[in-house]
C-alpha cells in the first residue's frame, strides 16, 4: 500500500505523524482495477435488483448496497482549499467509513424491520409507515456524519510535503481523543452489531423453529413463505456484512489502543473483506430468495430480447436501404 492510503491515525500520540513525508509521486497503481470494477458491479446489481424486488414482494425493505468506494483511485489536490477538502473528506477515509457505517446502520434497521414484520406482526404497519421509514433513513444519515467527525476533523492539509494529508489530534490530551473515538466506534458499529444478532435471535425463535403453516389458509401460507424467505435473506445478507466488517474494525480499534503494530498483510486481508462485501449482496440474494431468481432471470431475459430486437429491426433497416 502506498503511503496516500495509510490505514489509520493513533489517537494515543498528540503529535501530528510527519514522518515519510516525501516530495516525490509514487508511481501508479493498477493492481486493484478488477476490484474496483467488481465494487461498481456489486452496487449497480444490488440497486437493479432492490428496484425489482420491492414490486413483487410488497414489503418493505430498505436499500442498502454495501456502500463502498475505491480508496486509491485519485491524485492529490494542491493549495487551499482544494487540497484541505481533499484530505478532510477522501483522505481521511471520512468518505470511506461514512459509507460503510451507513450500510451497517442500514442493515440494523432492515434487522428491526424484519424483526417486527415477524415478532410484532401485528404493529408492522404502523411502526414501518413510509413517512416514518423516510425519518429514520434521515436520521440515520445525519447520525453516521456525526459519528465520523474524527475522521473528518482528524486530517489536515500540510504544504510542501508528500503525502500532503497528515493525521492530527482533535483534542490536546490523548486521552480525550481516545474517549471520542471508543465512544464514535462503540455506537457506529459495535451497538448495531449487537442489535442485528438480537434481532435475528428473537426471529429465529419465532419462525425457525415455528411449525405455524400448517394451520394457515393458503393465502396466509402463501404471505408466510414469502415473509420466511425474504427474512433468511436479510439474515444471511446481515451474517456477510457482519463477518466482512468485523476483522477491520476489530483490527482498526486494537491499533488505536496500541495493542497490536500495524501489519500490511493484516490490514490488506481486512481491507479486502471490506470491499469484497460490496459485491456479493447481489448473489446472496438470488442464492437465498426463489422470487429474486426469478426476478434476475426474467431481468436478464427482457434485455436479452430487447436488444435482440432492436439489433434485428437496424439490421432490417440496412438491408432496405442498400437495396
Known amino acids: 500500500m502506498t503511503a496516500t492510503t495509510f ?151 500540510v504544504p510542501g510535503v508528500f503525502p500532503p494529508c497528515v493525521w492530527s489530534p482533535i483534542f490536546p490530551k490523548p486521552s480525550q481523543n481516545l474517549t471520542l473515538f471508543t465512544v464514535f466506534e462503540i455506537t457506529r458499529l459495535f451497538l448495531p452489531v449487537l442489535l442485528i444478532i438480537l434481532c435475528y435471535v428473537n426471529i429465529a425463535k419465532k419462525t425457525l423453529f415455528s411449525h405455524k403453516v400448517g394451520g394457515l389458509t393458503q393465502e396466509q401460507s402463501a404471505k408466510y413463505i414469502a415473509r420466511r424467505r425474504v427474512t433468511t435473506m436479510c439474515f444471511v445478507s446481515s451474517a456477510a456484512l457482519v463477518v466482512c466488517w468485523l476483522p477491520n474494525e476489530i483490527y482498526f480499534v486494537m491499533m488505536n489502543f496500541e495493542i497490536i503494530d500495524y501489519s500490511f498483510i493484516v490490514h490488506g486481508v481486512t481491507k479486502t473483506l471490506v470491499i469484497f462485501n460490496s459485491c456479493i449482496n447481489p448473489f446472496i440474494y438470488a442464492a437465498t430468495n426463489r422470487a429474486y431468481r426469478r426476478s434476475i432471470f426474467q431481468f436478464i431475459t427482457r434485455k436479452h430480447n430487447y436488444y435482440k430486437a432492436r439489433t434485428h429491426r437496424l439490421t432490417s433497416i440496412a438491408n432496405t436501404s442498400n437495396h
Open 7 to 157: 490505514p489509520y491515525h493513533n489517537l494515543i500520540t498528540n503529535t501530528p505523524n510527519f514522518t515519510n513525508q516525501t516530495p516525490t509521486t509514487p508511481a501508479p497503481n493498477y493492481d486493484d482495477v478488477p476490484l474496483f470494477l467488481s465494487i461498481i458491479y456489486g452496487s449497480i446489481a444490488t440497486m437493479s435488483i432492490g428496484a425489482i424486488v420491492d414490486s413483487l414482494t410488497g414489503i418493505v425493505m430498505f436499500f442498502t448496497p454495501s456502500l463502498i468506494i475505491g480508496i486509491r483511485y485519485y491524485s492529490f489536490p494542491t493549495g487551499i482549499p482544494g487540497g484541505a477538502i481533499f484530505c478532510h473528506l477522501v483522505d481521511s477515509f471520512f468518505i470511506f467509513f461514512s459509507l460503510g457505517n451507513l450500510s451497517v446502520m442500514l442493515v440494523m434497521l432492515i434487522s428491526i424491520e424484519r424483526w417486527a414484520a415477524v415478532v410484532r406482526a401485528t404493529k408492522y404497519s404502523k411502526w414501518f409507515a413510509l413517512r416514518r421509514v423516510k425519518i429514520c433513513i434521515g436520521i440515520v444519515i445525519i447520525l453516521v456524519i456525526i459519528l465520523n467527525l474524527d475522521n473528518l476533523l482528524g486530517k489536515i492539509y
